[in-house]
Structure formats: C-alpha cells, structure tokens
C-alpha cells in the first residue's frame, strides 16, 4: 500500500489530501477562495496566487494531523502542474518540489485535468478504461475517452466558453452573484425550463464540439427584454446548456462502441439536471452511469492524489525541473476545433 500526497493550487481552490492507492480518503482539507474573489465578479490570479500561497502549507499540516501520519510516511508527492492560472500552479508545484525534496520522496506533475478524469476511479474502484469521460467545468469542456493513464483521446471541446463559464456568466448577468453554477441552479428550481426560447448552438451537427457564445447573447437579449423572470430564463438556460451536453455526448458515445461507462467530472457535474440528463443517456446505451461525489467533481486535492497514486503504480514521477504549464491538453495530438479560440 502507498500513500500519497496531493496538491492543488490551479484555480481558487487550495487543497491538500492524503489517498491510499488502493482508493482511501486518509484526509483532505481544502481553502475556498470565493469571498476574496467575490468583489471582482471572478477570479484574480494575482489575488489567487498569493492566497494559494498564504493556505496551502497549513492544509497540508492539517491533512497530515488528520490522517495522524508525518512527511516521512507518506510515499510520493503529487502536485498540480497545470493546466490553470500560472502563478496558482507554480506555488502548489513549487510547494510540492520543496516537500519532496526535504523529505527525499518522488515528485508526480500532475496534469488537473487527469486529476478530473481519472476521479471516477477513486469514486469506484471498480470502473475499467476505456471509458467516456464528460468533463465540465469552468474552465474546460471536453469530451474524451479514457483509454488508460496518460492515454487521453480527446473527441471534443468547446470553439469558444466552456458550459461552467456560461453559468457563471449567466448568473451575473441575471445579477444573482458568484459562483455562478450552483446559484442558477438554484434560480432554476423554481423556473419554467420551456419560457424562454433559447437557441441550441451546434446540436446536430457531426463533430460532437460545443459552443455556448451564442446561448449567452440570447440570455442576455431575453433578460433585456424585460418579458422574462429571472428563474424562467434560469431555468430555460439550464435546459439548453443540458440539451447540448446530451446530443454532443450521444454523437460521442455513437463513434465509440466499446466503452464500459458514461462518466461526468468536473464542476458542472454537481448540476442535478445534468445528472439526471446523463444517467438517462447512459441507460439508454446500456452502459454505467459514474459520477464522483459532488466534493469530488469540484476542484480538490483527492483527486491529484489520486491521479498521482495512479501514476505512481506505473512508475510514471518526475524531476525536479519540471515545468508549471499554463496550458497543457490532455490530448497533444488533438486538432484544435474549428473556430476554437486560445483556451487551453
Ligand atoms: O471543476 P471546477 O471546480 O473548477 C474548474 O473550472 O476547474 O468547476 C467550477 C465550475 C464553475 O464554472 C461553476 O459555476 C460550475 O463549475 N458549477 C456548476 C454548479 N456547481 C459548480 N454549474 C452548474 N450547476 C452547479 N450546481
Ligand atoms: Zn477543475
């Protein structure tokens, strides 16, 4: 049995956490950064890289008291190594150097997004590749099958916002605050999905990439309407946002028989008609449907730790050198999508 432990440091999330790699939580702590970011509506890098800074040895001492272990005992060090904002990642990577070094482990650059993508496995021990993998977040939203630990085909992503940023957007559009996802969803409980009629970009068409550009100018000019309530546009969008993700992720999982499993990560999977959306769709291709806990699907350390435990198990570490990256695709040999823009 080996230990490890995780860093994560990308976004606005500090996290630090303990993982077994036969799939044990021994401790995880993580530091929101929401209230700091609050007042701007987003996340400042500069304001998020000095309070990574401030947090993340303090969790990482947390983390060791809770799991009642010391430096020495654990057996590698896996730190996030991108793709995220770079002043973030260069302390949790940095962070992580430091601490293997001092205690003369292994080091494991862990790439966030494999951190998502392979989460479903510490959910449930029993998924086997290859599987499908939705990944959906505020910063990235692809489609991608899972052949193996650091075997990513990357089938899909968005030309333009991802579906986390929509909702972001959205809500502050609809002036109902930041973070985004988990308010609309809110406001969209208690709205009508059918009111306002939104458009669906790119459902139907035969590459199975997203856009959501356009939904948000259409949000926008039904809310400047003034012919909508704030919950009917929520829950209008909602349903866009949920019809897209399905017709996309049907074409993907059409182009590729042979998957064991449907699988969600990343923020947007905590959305309860995105769930329900996807276990549909999976059981109408006979297949699983795994989604990580609603604490796993967020940003949080566990999943470094374990995306590293499951590189360790291969012999996969790194050297010290190695370099924080602001971007860094999963898929190298990706096409870049069609009128994709410059996001990672
Ligand atoms: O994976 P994550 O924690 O961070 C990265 O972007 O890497 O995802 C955060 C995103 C945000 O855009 C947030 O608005 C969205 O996930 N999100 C949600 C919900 N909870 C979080 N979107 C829709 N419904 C939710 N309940
Ligand atoms: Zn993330």
């Known amino acids: 049995m080996t230990i490890i432990l995780g860093l994560e440091s990308s976004c606005d999330e500090t996290a630090a956490a303990l993982v077994t790699d036969d799939g044990r939580i021994l401790a995880h702590k993580l530091a929101t950064q929401e209230a700091q970011h609050r007042p ?3 996340v400042v890098p500069e304001i998020a890289a000095r309070a990574h800074a401030e947090a993340l040895m303090p969790l990482v001492d947390g983390a060791l008291h809770e799991a009642g272990l010391t430096l020495n005992d654990v057996d590698a060090i896996a730190a996030t190594a991108g793709p995220g904002l770079i002043g973030g990642v260069m302390v949790g990577l940095v962070t992580g150097k430091a601490l293997a070094h001092a205690a003369g482990k292994p080091l494991i650059a862990v790439n966030h997004l494999e951190g998502h993508a392979l989460s479903p496995r510490l959910a449930d021990q029993s ?5 499908m ?3 959906v977040s505020g910063g990235h939203c692809q ?6 630990v650091g075997q990513y085909r990357r089938l899909a992503t968005t030309i333009d916002d991802a579906a986390g940023e929509a909702f972001d957007k959205t809500a502050k559009l609809l002036g109902l605050g930041y973070p985004g996802g988990p308010l609309v969803e809110q406001a969209a409980l208690a709205g009508n999905a059918k009111a306002v009629p939104l458009p669906r970009p790119l459902v139907g068409t035969a590459d199975p990439h997203f856009s959501f550009a ?3 100018s259409a949000v926008m000019r039904a809310y400047q309407s003034g012919q909508y309530s704030v919950e009917d546009i929520a829950a209008s969008f909602t349903q866009a946002v949920v019809d897209c993700l399905i017709d996309r992720t049907k074409r993907a999982l059409e182009g590729n028989p042979g ?8 923020g947007v999977a905590a959305n309860g008609a995105v769930r329900d959306a996807l276990t549909q769709l999976a059981a109408s291709h006979d297949l699983p449907f795994v989604a990580p806990p609603l604490w796993l699907c967020t940003d949080n350390g566990a999943m470094i730790a374990w995306a590293g435990a499951e590189r360790f198990r291969l012999g996969m570490t790194d050297p010290m050198d190695v370099a924080a990256r602001p971007r860094w695709p999963l898929d190298p040999t990706a096409e870049k ?4 823009g410059v996001k990672a």
């Open 40 to 42: 701007y509506g987003g």
């Open 127 to 131: 998924l086997q590749f290859p599987y």
């Open 133 to 135: 993998l939705l990944l």
């Open 143 to 148: 489609i991608l099958r899972v052949d193996g």
């Open 214 to 216: 356009g939904l948000k």
């Open 259 to 266: 998957v064991t499993a449907l699988v969600v990560a990343g």
């Open 337 to 340: 999508a069609r009128g994709a």
